[in-house]
Nanobody, 122 residues
């Protein structure tokens, strides 16, 4: 069974940090994992992606230098380390999987987790 489960969302103050986790099960080798987010009233947007090998990563301009994506193959888990958080980072964060290369287009992903809420507020 193909499954993605996110965790780690929380309420955090501006300037704070969080680490989101995406536990993947049932996916074959060669699966890229992307992180997306969706704020109320806005479209879902790509945040970051990591290739199947872990050797290629990309980031949205809005999070470059603040967020870091990584994957632990032994645990089948992808992490999104978020620092210097801003109120505009508030959203539901989703991880998604697709075969082969990364993409920042949500319509190109076949499998999605249920999402985890991140709220940045004082």
């Amino acid at each position: 069974q193909l499954q993605l489960v996110e965790s780690g969302g929380d309420l955090v103050q501006p300037g704070g940090s969080l680490r989101l986790s995406c536990a993947a099960s049932g996916f074959p080798l060669g699966t890229a994992i992307g992180w997306f987010r969706q704020a109320p009233g806005k479209d879902r947007e790509g945040v970051s992606c990591i290739s199947s090998s872990g050797g290629i990563t990309n980031y949205a301009d809005s999070v470059k230098g603040r967020f870091t994506i990584s994957r632990d193959f032994a645990k089948n888990t992808v992490y999104l380390q978020m620092s210097s958080l801003k109120p505009e980072d508030t959203a539901v964060y989703y991880c998604a999987a697709r075969i082969m290369m990364c993409s920042n287009r949500p319509e190109e992903y076949n499998y999605w987790g249920q999402g985890t809420q991140v709220t940045v507020s004082s």
